[in-house]
């Protein structure tokens, strides 16, 4: 089985230590491909610089996080607009959103920041990858504004319900990323998803270093790990991890075109 972890932070410092160790355990597990997502101005190195070190592995994308969002955001923005316009390997925009999970001291900088990135993906005809806490609706307020022109993308870290996974699968090309969260025990993500989402409507992601599936949770999550949420899904599903792998694989190719292109 080959899957790939479309959405995992091994540029961060958890990984620094065993990072050749991590990458190895992945490729034994059989993920093939991991996808980066830059949070911050430290990303606009340390995303590029490992993407460099595992070619045709590692894949980078770009954009400002919004729990990162602060005082310095239009400069931090303008910097990664200028790293996306200048470097061709960025097959994504993201981790981009809106989060108000714990403040909103910068409520209004979160909605302006997201909307520029939305408008560079239109522009640049590049995915989301979206992060949203506690703000589905003035997230969904503002992609309807560019619905009919927004290549698609991911909705990172899904955890939803019936309601709000019907609501995000109204926008075309966008995908919900499911994650070690649909393996704990108070999780109801294995009824849900079948419900409503159709396979093809899926993509697989650890969020790693975070949110480690059982029987792992607490540890700190790799994407060696996705193995168990495989198994989780192809349970909810009634289908075996084969497909589970066969058929996200190829909802990850139709997403990111630029990936489709290196294969």
């Not at 001291?105 to 979160?110: G, H, N």
């Not at 969904?140 to 927004?150: G, S």
């Not at 497909?243 to 190829?250: A, G, L």
């Amino acid at each position: 089985m080959h899957y790939t972890d479309t959405h995992t932070h091994l540029d961060g410092e958890e990984f620094l230590n065993d990072l050749e160790a991590v990458v190895q355990r992945a490729k034994d597990a059989g993920c093939h491909r991991v996808l980066i997502p830059a949070i911050d101005r430290s990303s606009l190195e340390s995303v590029p610089a490992l993407c460099l070190r595992y070619p045709d592995y590692a894949f980078p994308m770009m954009g400002l996080h919004p729990e990162e969002v602060k005082a310095d955001w239009h400069d931090v923005l303008s910097e990664m607009h200028e790293s996306l316009l200048t470097n061709p390997s960025y097959i994504a925009i993201g981790e981009v959103g809106l989060d108000y999970y714990w403040s909103r001291e910068f409520e209004t900088e979160q909605l302006e920041v997201f909307e520029e990135q939305v408008r560079w993906s239109v522009e640049m005809q590049l995915p989301l990858v979206i992060h949203c806490r506690k703000a589905q609706n003035e997230m969904v307020a503002i992609l309807r504004r560019y619905a009919d022109k927004l290549p698609g993308g991911i909705f990172h870290c899904f955890t939803g319900n019936e309601q709000e996974a019907r609501q995000l699968l109204d926008f075309p090309g966008f995908v919900l990323g499911i994650g070690g969260v649909s393996t704990f025990k108070k999780s109801h993500l294995p009824e849900v998803l079948p419900a409503c989402v159709p396979l093809d409507r899926i993509v697989l992601e650890t969020d790693s270093p975070y949110m480690a599936p059982v029987p792992l949770r607490g540890q700190r999550n790799e994407p060696a790990f996705i193995q168990h949420i495989i198994r989780r899904l192809a349970e909810a599903y009634g289908v075996s991890e084969e497909q589970i792998c066969e058929v996200t694989e190829s909802t990850v190719l139709r997403i990111f075109p630029r990936l489709a292109a290196c294969q």
